[in-house]
């Protein structure tokens, strides 16, 4: 608790004792022994947000049932939430525990953002298209044009006959 704020720790870990490190920004929560399990943004203000969605993903991904109920649901956009509502339990599964995966290292809306590009350019959503989307965004974003590269036309002319 945070001035009567809640924070969700991964399920896995639910019932083991914690030590909990406020930082200015973030709350960290650490095993007996130090390890940082998880961390989450930390709260400001008088709203009494809910659970961080990416941290609800492990749920849903062994209990498909409750994906319809889940803040994680709410959280990625309209188009990708109908994809994923239209998937069977197995698909939905693996489809979660790879934004499971995803999530550690970008944010849900990150995520969510990436699906959406992935399903509006090729109609389909397959990880590996994600994967490749998220590392696009991270590093030269999707609209930005590819680089030119160095002038080789010196090598068209030496090619040619012509001087160097």
């Known amino acids: 608790m945070d001035g009567g704020r809640r924070y ?9 004792p914690a030590i909990v490190c406020y ?3 973030t709350i960290s929560f650490a095993d ?4 940082v399990v998880t ?3 930390r709260r400001f203000g008088h709203a009494t947000n809910g659970p961080d969605s990416a941290s609800q993903l492990r749920l849903p991904s062994v209990r498909p049932g409750g ?8 959280a990625v956009p309209a188009d990708v939430a109908a994809h994923m509502d239209a998937l069977e339990a197995s698909a939905l ?14 944010t849900l809306e990150e995520v969510g953002s ?13 990880p590996h298209d994600v994967e490749m989307t998220l590392a696009r965004m991270s590093g030269f974003g999707i609209g930005t044009a590819p680089d030119r590269g160095p002038d080789l036309s010196i090598y068209d002319r ?5 001087a160097a």
């Open 67 to 74: 994906w319809r109920n889940s803040a994680t649901r709410l």
């Open 114 to 126: 990436a699906m959406s590009e992935v399903m509006d350019r090729t109609g389909r959503m397959r």
């Open 32 to 35: 007996e022994g130090g390890t």
């Open 93 to 106: 599964c693996d489809l979660l525990s790879y934004m499971a995966r995803w999530c550690q290292t970008s």
């Open 39 to 41: 961390e989450t943004p």
């Open 23 to 25: 930082g200015a920004t």
């Open 8 to 16: 969700h720790v991964s399920d896995g870990v639910a019932k083991w």
């Open 158 to 162: 030496m090619l040619k006959g012509g």
